[in-house]
């Protein structure tokens, strides 16, 4: 089935129309495809009212029935993969085959919370026989969620899952670009017999949005991914209003390609990695420290394979690589790469974009960079690979560290004691070796110094969605 939804908000287990709309564009050849209906004051108190009311329904269901209910969406969801997938490529443009793999990927966010919903365990501590102290983990109470463009499914999944599963409500901003894979998601839930208020969905303008929402007392989580500058001021307003936040916020992940590894293969993987999401991934691959004997051959089979990767619309078979999701991102790496150049650095492949309609930008592989290039100290968040060589793992593992982001990390080595070495003294959240896959349902994904706060998945997954009360209770 080849649709796009209707963009609607969802608020109390209803679909709600507005008579104000923003347009949604297809970024490979910037036409309208949707109308999305932006949320007025009224709709998020609404909102709010409803997640107040599907909180006090959802923190008393059992947790076996909440899993049930989350499983059901998901397999939904899994039926539902080519309509999805569809919807996503169409919005963002990434090709139908990663779009089908960002579902599958949502979906095993939904399982494996949905299994760790009966695994939040509470303790008892040991205490004389006529005393008893027990810790109960619950719902820490309604969420106010805010997901970004680039996984327009698998973002907001996070999200809802955690919630969810922990036994909270919750009232999710999707991205306003990038809306239908939110909206899938709540018609799974919905058609899988949600309690209606437990799960709401708006759209509109985002500092509006979450000005209003966050300081209400009865949002209990900030819950955001997106860049560090949004995070920060979103965590100015919890803060202001003493609410906890779980930030998961931008990288430049560094790759750290040692002396004992094949070159040609290190690049091969990096190149693909690289062009996933046309690069627009809080763990992409961005800063590679090639051990200067590698160099030569690292730099030129990159350049070579980022120049046979295909670009094209999404929807077209053959496709390796979209557009990129919008024009800010597009202007965004034109200005990185211009500053690189003029500050000396070599361009090896990419760097023009293609004439004509869509958001069309190349892989770009820039070498001998300068440390005041821009690129080497901002988020490019598009297709922009920057390859330095360096003398030592001391030499790149300080490199590595040298920015304030710590979200992923990687390295390449066959070498236990470099692998020892990396465990140790990488600042970051995420360390893959001889993997660029930075995190799986089952692991905890999130960030270190400005890269964010709190952890997605695996089993500390729900911790921020509970709260911790000690029941001391003396027998009498
Ligand atoms: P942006 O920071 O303006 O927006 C990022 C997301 O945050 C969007 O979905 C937007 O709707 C939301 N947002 C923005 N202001 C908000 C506010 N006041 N309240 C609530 N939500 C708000 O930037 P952008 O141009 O859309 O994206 C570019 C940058 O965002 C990138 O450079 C990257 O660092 C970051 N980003 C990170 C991730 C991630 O996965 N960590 C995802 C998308 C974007």
């Known amino acids: 089935m080849t649709s796009y939804p209707d963009l609607e908000l969802y608020i109390a287990g209803r679909w709600r129309a ?66 999805i997938a569809y919807s996503i490529t169409l919005e963002h443009g990434k090709p139908l085959a990663q779009a089908r793999l960002e579902v599958q990927r949502g979906c095993e966010f939904f399982e494996w919370d949905a299994a760790e919903a009966l695994r939040a365990y509470g303790r008892v501590i040991p205490s004389a026989p006529d005393i008893r102290y027990i810790v109960l983990q619950q719902p820490i109470g309604p969420v106010a969620a805010f997901s970004p463009w680039n996984f327009p499914m698998s973002q907001p999944s996070r999200k809802v899952a955690g919630a969810l599963a922990a036994g909270c409500s919750i009232i999710l901003k999707a991205a306003e670009e990038t809306p239908a894979g939110a909206i899938h998601i709540a018609r799974a839930f919905h058609d899988a017999g949600l309690p209606a208020g437990v799960l709401n969905l708006v759209f509109g303008i985002p500092g509006d949005i979450s000005a209003h929402l966050i300081p209400q007392p009865s949002i209990r989580l900030v819950a955001f991914t997106g860049s ?21 916020l931008g990288g430049h992940a560094p790759v750290i390609v040692c002396d004992d590894v094949d070159p040609v293969a290190a690049a091969e993987v990096s190149v693909a990695r690289k062009a996933r999401n046309t690069g627009q991934v809080c763990t992409s ?17 990159f350049a070579e394979r980022a120049k046979a990767i295909k670009i094209g619309n999404g929807l077209e078979s053959g496709t390796q690589m979209g557009p990129v999701a919008n024009h800010r991102r597009k202007n965004a ?59 030592s793992l001391d030499d790149a ?42 995190s799986v349902a089952e692991t905890p994904f999130g960030g270190v110094k400005e890269s964010g706060y709190g952890r997605e998945g695996g089993a500390e997954g729900l911790h921020h969605y509970m709260t911790v009360k000690n029941v001391s209770h003396r027998m009498t």
């Open 18 to 83: 507005s008579s104000d709309t923003l347009p949604v564009l297809n970024p490979a050849d910037e036409s309208v495809i949707g109308a999305l209906a932006i949320a007025s004051r009224a709709d998020l108190d609404d909102a709010l009212a409803a997640a107040t009311d599907g909180h006090k329904v959802w923190s008393r269901t059992a947790p076996a029935t909440r899993a049930e209910v989350i499983l059901k969406a998901a397999a939904l969801m899994r039926e539902r993969v080519e309509e």
């Open 397 to 438: 593992i300080e490199k590595a560290n040298a920015l304030p982001f710590g979200l992923a990390a990687y390295a390449f080595t066959h070498s236990a004691s470099n692998a020892h070495q990396l465990s140790e003294r990488i600042e970051a959240g995420n360390l893959s070796i001889n993997t660029l896959e930075a």
């Open 333 to 391: 790496l034109e200005a990185l790469v211009r500053d690189a150049r003029d500050k000396g650095a070599r361009l090896l492949a990419g760097g023009e974009c293609a004439k004509g309609a869509g958001y069309f930008y190349p892989l770009t592989v820039m070498a001998e960079l300068p440390e005041d290039a821009r690129a080497m100290r901002e988020e490019p968040f598009g297709p922009l690979a920057l390859i330095n060589p360096v003398r």
């Open 285 to 301: 691959p961005t800063r590679f420290f090639v051990h200067e004997k590698l160099y030569g051959a690292f730099v030129e089979t």
């Open 228 to 248: 560090t500058a949004v995070g920060k001021h979103l965590t100015e307003i919890a803060a202001r209003n003493m609410k906890p936040v779980l930030m998961e």
